[in-house]
Structure formats: structure tokens, C-alpha cells
């Protein structure tokens, strides 16, 4: 039987293989269940052994006004980022993988900008045509 150590929710993608960063990668990322067990993690189909995991980053920025935590899994299949809300550590159960610890400022993307001007521009025009009428 296997031994769960933790679970929290998470949203997660295997887009990303750098730094975490706003980009569509997120926007569509997985949302789920995140469970760490003796030997692997699992996130919906993702399983991910503990033995494949060549480089663990934990990552400790801000969403909004809010301080979060991204896990970078860097392994022979490729790179997993995981995100979570303020209240989860994740990151104390994986201290056996010797992470590395950065701490980052989130960097936008071109979809991620372009996206914030259409919504910025589209708000001031129905605020514009809302009150002028």
C-alpha cells in the first residue's frame, strides 16, 4: 500500500521549462489534485517517480499581492511546473530531493500583454460608451 504524505489542489502544465512566467501555458494548465507519496508524485495521469526527477526548483514569487510557490520538476520526459495557493507547502515533503530555491519576479509573455491591452482597451471603450450616452 501506498503511503500519501500530502495532497493539496494545484495547477500545473508541461509547457514550461524555464522560469514561471504568465503565458497561455497556464491559462490551459491542469487543474487537480497534487499527491505526494513514498516514492512518486501524482497529478491526475501525470505520475512522476521520484527516481526520474533530475532537478527539483522551488520557486517563491507573487500572484497579485499574494505570496506563491511554483514546483519545477526537471526530469528525462520532460518539465512539470506546479502552482499553488499561499496555505500549501508542497515543498516540505520533497526536502529528500535536495532543491535548489529561487526567488523570482513573474515575467509576462507576448500572448500574456497582448491579452491585458485587449482587456484593458475593451473595458475603456464600454466604460467610454457606457457613461458618454
Not at 1 to 8: A, F, G, H, I, T
Not at 31 to 56: A, M, N, Q, T
Not at 88 to 95: D, S, T
Request: glycine share 4%; proline share 4%; aromatic share 14%.
Amino acid at each position: 500500500m501506498e503511503n500519501l504524505l500530502y495532497k493539496c489542489m494545484t495547477k500545473g502544465t508541461k509547457r514550461e521549462a524555464s522560469e514561471p512566467r504568465h503565458s497561455q501555458n497556464w491559462v490551459l494548465a491542469r487543474r487537480g489534485s497534487f499527491r505526494i507519496y513514498d516514492e512518486k508524485i501524482v497529478c491526475g495521469d501525470w505520475i512522476i517517480p521520484f527516481k526520474d526527477i533530475k532537478k527539483l526548483t522551488i520557486y517563491k514569487t507573487k500572484q497579485l499581492f499574494m505570496n506563491v510557490t511554483v514546483l519545477h520538476f526537471a526530469t528525462e520526459n520532460g518539465n512539470y511546473q506546479f502552482g499553488f495557493n499561499p496555505w500549501a507547502h508542497p515543498e516540505k515533503h520533497l526536502m529528500n530531493l535536495k532543491p535548489e530555491e529561487e526567488v523570482v519576479k513573474l515575467k509576462f509573455s507576448l500572448f500574456s500583454v497582448i491579452l491585458r491591452i485587449i482587456i484593458f482597451v475593451g473595458l475603456l471603450v464600454y466604460f467610454i460608451t457606457r457613461f458618454n450616452s
